[in-house]
Each structure stands twice: as structure tokens, then as C-alpha cells.
């Protein structure tokens, strides 16, 4: 499996955008895709996940409402939703697949390289 995240950009405060994960090779209906960013000297930070096949969704508090995870079956393509952006929300974010419907990192096992956003105030 192959992931390629694009989207990411400079944008304001309350600003809003949508990144993409093109998913390419061997995919299976039992895939879980999930978000996560990394901001510097930080660790990496669960945003979201999505069960492909149902399209069951799962975000941390700290994000819920202002960010939407959603996937085109037919296109093989992930996305996330952000709105109302904040300058803490600047990070490369990362699209991930794995097996497991978890906001752990560890479990997913494949990744893109990364998209960043920087949030100005």
C-alpha cells in the first residue's frame, strides 16, 4: 500500500482546507486509514480514523467539530477536513492505513510522507 498526502499549505487563523491521500497497491475493505500530525519537538498526535469499508469515524476531543475525516471509495482517495484553523494547528500531518481502528500510532502500517499546514494568527 502506498500513500501519498498532498493539501497542505500557509493559511490563516479560521481559515479552512482539505487535505488528500491518494491510496494506491493492495487495499482491502478491512483497511482502518487514520490522520495524525506532528508538530515540532512535539510527538505525533491522533486527528482522526475512518473504517473504509463503513466509513465509521473516531476523533480525539481536541479536534472534534472542526475537523472531518471522510474517504471516495471509487477515487481510493482519504480526507480530512479541517476548518477553523488555530496556529496550533500547524504540523506536517500524515495519512496512515492500518488494520486497527485505534488512535495509536504503532498499529498503522503504512504511511505517507507527510503534508504541511502553517496556521498564522
Known amino acids: 500500500v502506498q500513500l501519498q498526502a498532498s493539501g497542505g499549505g500557509l493559511v490563516q487563523a479560521g481559515d479552512s482546507l482539505r487535505l488528500s491521500c491518494e491510496v494506491s497497491g493492495r487495499t482491502f475493505s478491512s483497511h482502518v486509514m487514520g490522520w495524525f500530525r506532528q508538530a515540532p519537538g512535539k510527538e505525533r498526535e491522533f486527528v482522526a480514523a475512518i473504517r473504509w469499508s463503513i466509513g465509521s469515524t473516531y476523533y480525539p476531543d481536541s479536534v472534534k467539530g472542526r475537523f472531518t475525516i471522510s474517504r471516495d471509495n471509487v477515487k481510493n482517495t482519504l480526507y480530512l477536513q479541517v476548518s477553523s484553523l488555530k496556529p496550533e494547528d500547524t504540523a506536517v500531518y500524515y495519512c496512515?492505513?492500518?488494520?486497527?481502528?485505534?488512535?495509536?500510532?504503532?498499529?498503522?502500517?503504512?504511511w505517507g510522507q507527510g503534508t504541511l499546514v502553517t496556521v498564522s494568527s
Open positions: 496512515a492505513a492500518g488494520f486497527v481502528f485505534t488512535n495509536i500510532p504503532t498499529p498503522y502500517t503504512y
